[in-house]
């Protein structure tokens, strides 16, 4: 069975980094199998979208966030990155990682989240 599980989080001070790690098990070729991504979800406010790497290289980012925010494959076979710079407070929320399937009959993936806290 696949589970994603992030690490990473944290308390921050505004304008500063931090990357968020997703690892995932129980399957070898994800990347050919799905998109890879994170979502956030502020305090009151529903869950949105961040950013999505396909195949491990194509690259998708909220608008709002890009050049702030960089998704990247790791070297592992097995994880995903998330660099987040020059945070603000808006930044603040539980970060997702996302596993969407690309072939039909396969199952999405969530991990189970982790805090980021973006202090003024």
């Known amino acids: 069975q696949v589970q994603l599980v992030e690490s990473g989080g944290g308390l921050v001070q505004a304008g500063g980094d931090l990357r968020l790690s997703c690892s995932f098990t129980?399957?070898?070729?994800?990347?050919?199998?799905?998109?890879m991504g994170w979502y956030r979800q502020a305090p009151g406010k529903t869950r949105e979208f961040v950013a999505t790497?396909?195949?491990?290289?194509?690259?998708n980012y909220a608008d709002s966030l890009k050049g702030r925010f960089t998704i990247s494959k790791g070297d592992a076979r097995n994880t995903v990155f998330l660099q987040m710079s020059s945070l603000t407070p808006e930044d603040t929320g539980v970060y997702y990682c996302?596993?969407?399937?690309?072939?039909?009959?396969?199952?999405?993936?969530w991990g189970q989240g982790t805090q980021v806290t973006v202090s003024p």
């Open positions: 790497i396909q195949s491990g290289l194509i690259t």
């Open positions: 129980g399957t070898s070729n994800i990347f050919t199998t799905h998109t």
């Open positions: 996302y596993a969407g399937s690309r072939l039909k009959g396969l199952s999405d993936y």
